[in-house]
């Protein structure tokens, strides 16, 4: 048993390392073309990039509607007399097809520049730095059960503890910074909405709750030492 997790902590170490490595160099070059992109000249790029949906809609409502009611809609989105609006994107034209009406729905406009992908790099590169973090943390629990005698260890509880507090960062900043990020893509503003990663909260939770399975194993397994 003792070889087995020995042996399943080197591997999971060495796969560890090797992300750890990898996530670095992608923070690092993502890091590096932030900082050039935001210093340098900003009339080298201007562009507006928008996304475009078509809505279909149909049930017995449409279905009774005239033909000339559909028609005025259509003529008042394009005289600028009617506005419709689906999940706060603009409809630009109405159309009736067999099944119902298709609506053309404007999407989020970005204004691209430089400057506003350098910020949007640099914000993508902290959460790259978090997730390191997670990872060399993890990569201590790994060398803990690599070399122990027994899992329930001081040295394995501790280090799993450092590993579920890496993880706390990460779920509470990541969201927060994935919001930034594209809020530089597109209004150009700062917007930031507080939330949680769920599946790392999640994780984090089972993780401290092994934590205090791991510690009332240590103490059983001290008290049958003491008992021997």
Known sequence: MKRKINVIGKICRIISMVI???????????????????VIPQDG???DVSGTAKVEVYGQLVDKLPDGVIKDIAQGIQDGTAKININSNRV????????????????????????????????????????IYV?????RLMKEFEKCDSPFSDGV??????FA???????????????????????GNINIDFSLDLSMAFSALVIILLIFIFKYGASL????DETL
Request: glycine share 8%; no cysteine.
């Open 92 to 131: 630009n034209g109405i159309t009736q097809s067999e099944d119902g009406i298709v609506m053309d729905a404007s999407g989020e406009i970005m204004h691209l520049t430089f400057r506003r992908i350098g910020f949007a790099l640099l914000a993508s590169s902290v959460v790259i730095g978090l997730l």
């Open 165 to 187: 507090i890496s993880l706390i960062p990460y779920t509470v900043l990541k969201p927060m910074l994935t919001k930034l990020s594209g809020s530089f893509l597109t209004s």
């Open 45 to 47: 790029l201007q562009a």
């Open 20 to 38: 750890i490595v990898l996530l670095m160099i992608g923070a690092a070059a993502s890091l590096i073309t932030s900082v050039v992109l935001i």
């Open 135 to 139: 990872f060399i943390m993890l990569r």
């Open 157 to 162: 509880i501790k280090a799993m503890t450092g």
């Open 221 to 224: 397994q001290k008290e049958s």
